[in-house]
Each structure stands twice: as structure tokens, then as C-alpha cells.
């Protein structure tokens, strides 16, 4: 069983920054891609970037550019910086780990963006 904490989410403006902070401790947290995913109000859960255990990474349309996920394995730790931000990133993002048939999630944290 792998444990996220997820910290970072809150109210920003629309074209400011944050950074989301997902920790994974006690895994073997090199061995699982990790991600973010967001969920808007009745929108379905979807990929906003994920990078693997070598740290290849992949974005969403929506977000290149503008986010960019990092991985520390010394601190069991996967981040993602978010800039630029606008009104339509807002939702409850969420961290998942995965390696195999292993799949974990995040409790969620909120990102408001106002305009």
C-alpha cells in the first residue's frame, strides 16, 4: 500500500503560479510513474501530466508550456509547478502512483483560479 500527500492547492489569480507537492513515504517510490490528474465540477478525471521512474514525461494539450512536472526519488516526492494559470485549470487535482497492477491516489487537493 502507497500513501499520497498531496499539499500546495489554493486561490491564485488568473495568470499566477503554484506548485503542487505530492510525497510518497516508505515506498520504493523510483519504481512508480507518477501523476497528476484534475477533475473539474461534472467533468470526468483527466491526465494533466505524468512522469516516469527514468523521468520521460508527458502533458496534456491544455497545460504544455505552461506545467511542468519533476520527480525528486531521493525525497519520494513528484511535484508540478503550474503557471500562467487560467480560470479553466480549476479543479480538484490529484496524484497517483503506478507501477503494474499497482494504481494509488490522492486525497485531492483544490486549485481555484480566479479571473
Known amino acids: 500500500q502507497v500513501q499520497l500527500v498531496e499539499s500546495g492547492g489554493g486561490l491564485v489569480q488568473a495568470g499566477g503560479s503554484l506548485r503542487l507537492s505530492c510525497a510518497a513515504p516508505?515506498?520504493?517510490?523510483?519504481?512508480?510513474?507518477m501523476g497528476w490528474y484534475r477533475q473539474a465540477p461534472g467533468n470526468q478525471r483527466e491526465l494533466v501530466a505524468h512522469?516516469?521512474?527514468?523521468?520521460?514525461?508527458n502533458y496534456a494539450d491544455s497545460v504544455k508550456g505552461r506545467f511542468t512536472i519533476s520527480r525528486d526519488n531521493a525525497k519520494n516526492t513528484v511535484y508540478l509547478q503550474m503557471n500562467s494559470l487560467k480560470s479553466e485549470d480549476t479543479a480538484v487535482y490529484y496524484c497517483n502512483a503506478l507501477w503494474r497492477w499497482q494504481n494509488y491516489w490522492g486525497q485531492g487537493t483544490q486549485v481555484t483560479v480566479s479571473s
Open positions: 512522469i516516469t521512474g527514468a523521468g520521460s514525461t
Open positions: 516508505g515506498s520504493i517510490f523510483s519504481i512508480y510513474t
